[in-house]
């Protein structure tokens, strides 16, 4: 986490280097036989450490990609990009076989890399519906709550990502879109998630009308 945290203000070059070096540390942790008592423990740091190294990856492109963007460039992924993120889906993968609240991750990242090569976007538009199917469902126990968050937060992040990558013919009108982006934003914020919940907000005001509805 240490790796990680460090890269987010060195440039992308330097980030990068940091994402691989930790995929390989987390790709021996995964390759490390045995049945020790805190072998849920471990799963748990695991998961905190691929999603992390996924979703720093993500950021990464994702501002290249804005760059790009301003200058009316399209922005795609390079192949040792794509390489790293591969490998730490495939290890994110990995995990799932023998942790479930790990697979629920795995459609969103399937999405994110296929965004990241920029393919066929109908795929992608599949592998998102998974997340944005999630509800968060009501329950009376401790448990049930604090499994029905994370399912939001996946929901929230496919939300931000198909609004802001795909076609607007795969997604609803504008004002479902705001509203789908305020609830997101909400959820964002819930967790901590700013820069997320900021993009949320600043894609609402520029649908039209966004600042009522992200303010409510």
Not at 60 to 80: D, F, I, M, N
Not at 106 to 118: D, I, K, P, S, Y
Not at 164 to 187: D, I, K, M, W, Y
Request: charged residues 20%; hydrophobic residues 35%.
């Amino acid at each position: 986490t240490e790796v990680i945290e460090s890269g987010k203000s060195c440039c992308p070059q330097n980030s990068f280097c940091h994402c691989e070096g930790a995929s390989g540390h987390q790709w021996s942790s995964l390759n490390v036989s045995g049945t020790t008592a805190d072998s849920a423990l471990n799963h748990v740091v695991q998961l905190l450490t691929c999603d992390l190294l996924l979703s720093l990856q993500t950021a990464l492109w994702q501002k290249q990609a804005g760059v790009s963007q301003a200058l009316g460039e399209t922005y795609h992924a390079s192949g040792a990009e794509l390489a790293g993120f591969q490998r730490d889906l495939g290890s994110l993968r990995r995990l799932a076989h023998s942790f479930c609240p790990a697979y629920r991750k795995v459609f969103l990242h399937e999405a994110t890399v296929r965004l990241m090569a920029g393919a066929s976007p109908t795929r992608t538009h599949q592998l998102l519906e998974h997340s944005l199917r999630r509800r968060r469902t009501t329950q009376n126990t401790k448990h049930g709550e604090m499994d029905a968050w994370p399912g939001q937060r996946e929901r929230a992040t496919a939300i931000l990502l198909a609004c802001r990558h795909l076609p607007l013919s795969f997604l609803s009108s504008p004002g479902q879109r705001a509203v789908l982006l305020a609830e997101a934003a909400r959820t964002l914020e819930k967790v901590g998630d700013r820069r997320s919940c900021s993009d949320c907000q600043q894609m609402i005001v520029k649908l039209g009308g966004g600042t009522a509805i992200a303010a409510s």
